[in-house]
């Protein structure tokens, strides 16, 4: 007989609580906030949708080693008593499908809405064509100072002698 490893089992029933998520909208003490770094030790440093401070996230045993998150993921979390720095656990890791249903029940903060302005103005920049030129030069290559003047010159005294 068979037995998988406790660390893979617990892994398959996160991945499946999460996927089969009745997308329970938050309570009053549930916050939505933004991953804007990840601290090391299962911490991580986020913000929420009013103008207060960053602050700290734990992320609960039973995520760890078995999800992951990265800047810019949206998080549900539960503030808790203990500890001056760490004001929050992670509740819920909330996925694209979580964000559209929160939209529609009308609970999504504003803040992290995308805004069409800034979805019109970055396709306007990857268009234009002086895009580029917005880009910082690249400093581990050696700069090649190609003067068109003088090749207009080369081309025409060849030019003259046919």
Request: charged share 35%; proline share 5%.
């Amino acid at each position: 007989m068979h037995r998988s490893h406790p660390s893979i089992s617990r892994r398959k029933h996160l991945i499946k609580e999460m996927m089969e998520d009745d997308f329970a909208l938050p309570t009053d003490q549930q916050k939505i906030v933004r991953v804007v770094s990840s601290r090391g030790n299962n911490l991580h440093e986020v913000e929420a949708a009013t103008n207060e401070e960053n602050f700290l996230v734990s992320m609960p045993n039973k995520f760890r080693k078995s999800m992951w998150v990265k800047r810019g993921d949206f998080l549900l979390i539960e503030p808790i008593e203990e500890g001056d720095k760490v004001k929050a656990e992670i509740c819920k890791i909330l996925t694209t499908e979580h964000v559209k249903e929160y939209t529609k029940a009308g609970i999504w903060p504003e803040k992290f809405t995308k805004k069409s302005g800034q979805e019109e103005t970055s396709a306007q920049n990857q268009d234009d064509s002086d895009f580029e030129d917005d880009l910082p030069p690249n400093t581990n290559r050696p700069v090649i100072n190609q003067e068109s003047s003088g090749e207009d010159e080369d081309d025409t005294s060849s030019s003259d002698e046919d």
